[in-house]
């Protein structure tokens, strides 16, 4: 099948975010998706290693967006909406039993965790547009053994995709959402659609902000993106910053 959006592919690179950086500075605007067999230095939220095995997805989309700088951290949540639907698009229309999202940037199946995202953005003083690069890491035929939090891979879920074929889905989908959430303007659609695929009211969890680790439960997104939760205490808190866990599911039944 034919592409309908430009990409490069790459056997190997240090990680498709800085590629897609380093090409922004060479005057390359986008949209370009940079996609590679392996990445030597991938990276998540906070400074972590991606760890990259060959035949997962490691893709990054740059592109020129003319939208606040206010407005870019919504790009995390634009993106995990937009693997959603692409995910959900390759299985059939189907989706897979326990697929979620966890604010502000995991996809989920059940509570382990099998894409990761991360958005960057640099401001141009001149034009006044912010260049984006979102990386999208998928786990689609293996996972990394992850002590300190749950992992998995599509494909132990039964949905088998070449890299080739997850990225076919998953370029229509990010333009798609890109264009709904519209700079900002259309942030309300997107929180909507998050939501349909978040956590339900009164889930445990639990937020290690840098500055303190928050246990409470969760209660919503706001209008700008962040995360709405009540803590021990019982007062509300937002949230625009952190890693969230969540609480492993409560066991019933007898002994």
């Given at each position: 099948?034919?592409?309908?959006?430009?990409?490069?592919?790459?056997?190997?690179?240090?990680?498709?975010?800085?590629?897609?950086?380093?090409?922004?500075?060479?005057?390359?605007?986008g949209p370009l998706w940079i996609v590679a067999r392996r990445q030597t230095k991938g990276r998540g939220r906070s400074g972590r290693q991606w760890t990259s095995v060959e035949g997962n997805l490691y893709a990054s989309l740059l592109q020129r967006l003319a939208c606040s700088p206010a407005v870019v951290h919504q790009l995390s949540l634009v993106a995990g909406v937009a693997v959603i639907a692409a995910i959900?698009?390759?299985?059939?229309?189907?989706?897979?039993?326990?697929?979620?999202?966890?604010?502000?940037n995991d996809v989920l199946v059940g509570d382990a965790?099998?894409?990761?995202?991360?958005?960057?953005?640099?401001?141009?003083?001149?034009?006044?547009?912010?260049?984006?690069?979102?990386?999208?890491?998928?786990?689609l035929v293996s996972h990394p053994a992850d002590a300190q939090r749950a992992t998995t891979d599509l494909a132990s879920h039964g949905l088998r995709l070449t890299p080739e074929a997850m990225l076919d889905v998953l370029a229509p989908s990010m333009e798609r959402w890109l264009a709904v959430w519209d700079g900002g303007r259309g942030f309300g659609r997107v929180r909507t659609a998050w939501l349909a695929h978040g956590g339900r009211v009164g889930e445990d969890l639990s937020v290690n902000?840098?500055?303190?680790?928050?246990?409470?439960?969760?209660?919503?997104?706001?209008?700008?993106?962040?995360?709405?939760?009540?803590?021990?205490?019982?007062?509300?808190?937002?949230?625009?910053?952190?890693?969230?866990?969540?609480?492993?599911?409560?066991l019933t039944g007898g002994e």
């Amino acid at each position: 099948m034919a592409h309908t959006f430009r990409s490069v592919a790459l056997d190997e690179v240090g990680s498709t975010n800085t590629e897609g950086f380093e090409r922004a500075r060479v005057g390359d605007t986008g949209p370009l998706w940079i996609v590679a067999r392996r990445q030597t230095k991938g990276r998540g939220r906070s400074g972590r290693q991606w760890t990259s095995v060959e035949g997962n997805l490691y893709a990054s989309l740059l592109q020129r967006l003319a939208c606040s700088p206010a407005v870019v951290h919504q790009l995390s949540l634009v993106a995990g909406v937009a693997v959603i639907a692409a995910i959900v698009e390759a299985a059939g229309g189907k989706g897979l039993p326990g697929l979620r999202l966890k604010w502000p940037n995991d996809v989920l199946v059940g509570d382990a965790k099998c894409v990761g995202i991360l958005a960057e953005s640099q401001m141009d003083g001149r034009s006044g547009e912010v260049t984006a690069v979102i990386g999208v890491g998928v786990n689609l035929v293996s996972h990394p053994a992850d002590a300190q939090r749950a992992t998995t891979d599509l494909a132990s879920h039964g949905l088998r995709l070449t890299p080739e074929a997850m990225l076919d889905v998953l370029a229509p989908s990010m333009e798609r959402w890109l264009a709904v959430w519209d700079g900002g303007r259309g942030f309300g659609r997107v929180r909507t659609a998050w939501l349909a695929h978040g956590g339900r009211v009164g889930e445990d969890l639990s937020v290690n902000t840098g500055a303190e680790r928050i246990a409470g439960t969760f209660v919503d997104l706001d209008a700008d993106g962040a995360l709405l939760m009540r803590d021990g205490a019982g007062s509300q808190r937002r949230v625009t910053f952190g890693d969230v866990s969540l609480a492993p599911p409560t066991l019933t039944g007898g002994e």
